[in-house]
């Protein structure tokens, strides 16, 4: 099956800091990724669509200059969490479509903030 | 709007027991995928079912889907504690350009 990677697997930083998250996809091209958020005990939130070469598109009260993306090919797509706060700790997944609008997903970054 | 609903949230079973989980969804939909995830880990995709009456096994697993119900469940035969995690079912539509919508998801736990 297909393989997306995520890098760092974990971080944690101090407040106010920027981290930037990397999706990729190794063995296919991914012209939209998608970037979820997960809090314990709950289910997927889609935070925003990236699509390689245009603005990402983001959901309803997910702030798109805190969460900045960018999709600058059609295998890496990347989250920057700007001046991260406690409150942005979570559990962050990507997803990539390949293109029979599959998604498969990424292992994954744990990100806490300090 | 296409809503999923997954019931139970949350099921504790002993090893060797039979159970369902159900997953209905509000309207159409063209692909209906099962997940599996494990604590600190990311989905693992289990099956996906693309048409009525469709039925997929693997292992002590076992989907089926209804789309005239809008129904899909999970069957778990003889469960082993292997098989403890949180599951997942989601749907995607042409009309939401095939983005996921996901049921809250069940937590199993099998106690040996």
């Known amino acids: 099956g297909a393989v997306v990677s995520q890098h760092p697997s974990r971080v944690i930083c101090k407040s106010g800091t920027s981290v930037k998250i990397e999706c990729r996809s190794l063995d296919f091209q991914a012209t939209t990724m998608f970037w979820y958020r997960q809090f314990p005990k709950k289910s997927l939130m889609l935070m925003a669509t990236?699509?390689?070469?245009?603005?990402?598109?983001?959901e309803q009260g997910v702030e798109k200059d805190k969460f900045l993306i960018n999709h600058a090919s059609l295998t890496l797509s990347t989250l920057t969490v700007t001046s991260a706060h406690p409150e942005d700790s979570s559990f962050y997944i990507c997803?990539?479509?390949?293109?029979?609008?599959?998604?498969?997903f990424g292992p994954g970054t744990r990100l806490t903030v300090l | 709007e296409l809503k999923v609903e997954q019931n139970p949230l949350f099921l504790s079973m002993q090893e060797g027991k039979n159970y369902t989980i159900y997953c209905n969804y509000s309207t159409t939909s063209d692909r209906l995928y099962w997940y599996r995830q494990d604590p600190g880990k990311s989905l693992e995709s289990l099956f996906v079912l693309l048409s009525n009456g469709a039925v997929k096994q693997e292992g002590r697993l076992m989907a089926s889907l209804d789309t005239k119900a809008r129904l899909s469940t999970l069957h778990i035969t003889a469960a082993v504690h292997d098989l403890s995690a949180t599951y997942f079912c989601?749907?995607?539509?042409?009309?939401?350009?095939?983005?996921?919508?996901w049921g809250a998801g069940t937590k199993l736990i099998i106690k040996p």
């Open positions: 997803s990539a479509r390949d293109r029979r609008w599959t998604q498969y």
């Open positions: 989601a749907v995607d539509h042409r009309d939401s350009n095939y983005q996921l919508i």
């Open positions: 990236s699509n390689e070469g245009s603005k990402a598109t983001y």
